[in-house]
């Protein structure tokens, strides 16, 4: 196997709309700038060359809204990124027609990642979505009719005004459709955006309905026959996300982009959110600005620990021994919590519902704590 890393990430961050829930790396419109933009991708990408793998495993655009990027753009970014066993593009639902979707499948996208987050309308009316559930059903047929056999949904529950019967509505309607895969997510709405500003009361409500909107998510997946294999995702057998995997298992991967984050070789750095900044110095043949850090062993542990423990099988205890509080695991196991198998260290089925508590616990204050 080639040194460096094997999964790569590209930002796309143009977006029609920017969602009043939304913190990522966004920016609205501006089509002009799309191809130069591409132009500094690419140059960034020449620059890390040598920290990406010969055989790229996985790749995976998202942003913003990749899909929304002008087509030819796209088009021409996807024919010059290396070629992968899995390639993923994020896409919202109104821009996918039979031209996008046959675009997609040319350039040699493997899997489409689809933005649903619900099939109400007037809950997509609060989330400011502007794909009602006709245009999402639209969508996902245009991504079959293109050969698509590998198309995952997002859902969001918590959304203000929710009920547990809008939920069950949602998954009935998703599992109708028949996606490969599900990634149903908690609604995270970040203090100090417009949106907790509109709607905080209620989502000071609806926090108090996630554990039972949590379970009721499990339960109905579950019994459809989709794995639940990380938190907040589920599949059909063999069609796990191979790149949300390599995060998972605390592999190496490279991000370019406005905002990207690469962890290589035991480095982390994050590209800074400047446009201006990011177009700049590539146009000048610099790298882009950017934060670095060290990522050491006790931290490499502790990430490893703390996202390993999100999936459905166990993480190797010899890549996780220093981040494990003993005593603590002796407890989880003592309450039906956690458990040791194979060598491994895994939440039980209950531990998994209490997730990020489990977790914690487990959690060592301090290498010399540990006694796993």
């Known amino acids: 196997m080639s040194a460096g890393a094997r999964h790569l990430y590209v930002h796309l961050p143009f977006c029609a709309h920017r969602c009043g829930y939304c913190d990522f790396v966004t920016l609205v419109g501006r089509r002009e700038g799309h191809g130069a933009y591409v132009d500094a991708l690419l140059a960034e990408l020449h620059f890390e060359q040598d920290v990406l793998a010969d055989d790229v495993e996985t790749l995976f655009l998202g ?34 027609t039979p031209e996008l979707a046959a675009l997609l499948r040319t350039g040699g996208v493997t899997r489409v990642s689809l933005g649903v987050q ?52 949602d998954l009935a309607e998703a599992i109708a459709l028949g996606p490969e895969h599900l990634s149903c997510y908690e609604l995270e709405a970040k203090p100090g ?38 938190t907040a ?53 610099r790298l882009p600005p950017r934060d670095e850090e060290a990522v050491g062993p006790e931290v490499a542990h502790r990430e490893r620990l703390m996202l ?18 003993g005593e603590a695991l002796v407890r989880m196991e003592r309450l039906g919590l956690a458990e040791r198998r194979g060598g491994g260290l895994a939440l039980t089925r209950r531990g998994r519902f209490l997730g990020g508590g489990v977790t914690a616990e487990l959690m060592a204050e301090s290498p010399a704590k540990s006694t796993i």
Request: hydrophobic share 40%; aromatic share 10%.
């Open 308 to 325: 390993g423990l999100r999936l459905d099988e166990p993480v190797p205890l010899a890549q996780v021994a220093g981040a494990v509080d």
């Open 193 to 230: 955006t417009r949106f907790t500003h509109a709607h905080g009361d209620e989502l000071a409500r609806q926090a108090d309905a996630m554990e039972g909107y949590f379970e009721l998510v499990v339960e109905t997946l579950v019994g459809a026959g989709y794995r639940w294999y990380e």
């Open 233 to 285: 995702n589920f599949c059909r057998a063999g069609r796990r996300a191979r790149h949300n995997l390599g995060y998972w298992h605390g592999e190496d991967y490279l991000g370019v982009g406005i905002g990207a984050v690469s962890t290589v070789g035991g480095r982390r750095w994050r590209n800074r959110a400047s446009l201006g900044g990011y177009l700049g110095a590539l146009a000048e043949g």
């Open 63 to 96: 942003g913003g809204t990749p899909t929304f990027t002008d087509p030819a753009e796209l088009a021409r970014l996807l024919a010059a990124l290396p070629r992968a066993a899995e390639v993923t593009v994020e896409a919202n639902p109104e821009t996918v």
């Open 118 to 169: 619900s099939f109400r309308p007037e809950l997509l009316a609060i989330l400011e979505r502007r794909a009602g559930p006709d245009v999402v059903r639209a969508a996902f047929y245009h991504l079959r009719d293109a050969g698509f056999d590998n198309i995952s949904l997002d859902l969001v529950y918590g959304i203000p005004g929710q009920s547990a019967a809008d939920l069950r509505h």
